[in-house]
């Protein structure tokens, strides 16, 4: 098993930054893949972003590019999201997620899931 917390969630006005954080416990995390998805009222579960294990490779939705990072820091079972240039339509609750591979992770067959953290982005 592997538990997942999220935390960085807020609110921010349009344009302004936000950082959020999902630590993680249990199984190795070095192991896993990690991603980021958001779900706005009333919306599926979205794919934001995923990092492989070591960190060498990313993948972000077309709605993010150029404005989030995802990274992570194996050594303190970390995973980053930078946001930056927030738009009102990044609203949402945002789940961090672990899996085996990648792509697992973008199409949204994570085999954890984290409870989620608020985001506001303001107009």
């Known amino acids: 098993q592997v538990q997942l917390v999220e935390s960085g969630g807020g609110l921010v006005q349009a344009g302004g930054s936000l950082k959020l954080s999902c630590a993680a416990s249990?199984?190795?995390?070095?192991?896993?893949?990690m991603g980021w998805f958001r779900q706005a009222p009333g919306n599926k579960r979205d794919f934001v972003a995923a990092?492989?294990?070591?960190?060498?490779?990313?993948y972000y939705a077309d709605s993010v590019k150029g404005r989030f990072t995802i990274s992570r820091d194996n050594a303190k079972n970390t995973v980053l999201l930078q946001m930056n240039s927030l738009k009102p339509e990044d609203t949402g609750v945002y789940y961090c997620?672990?899996?085996?591979?990648?792509?697992?992770?973008?199409?949204?067959?994570?085999?954890?899931w984290g409870q989620g953290t608020q985001v506001t982005v303001s107009s």
């Open positions: 990092i492989t294990w070591g960190g060498s490779s990313t």
């Open positions: 997620a672990a899996s085996d591979t990648l792509p697992r992770i973008v199409v949204g067959l994570s085999n954890y």
């Open positions: 249990g199984r190795t995390f070095s192991n896993y893949a």
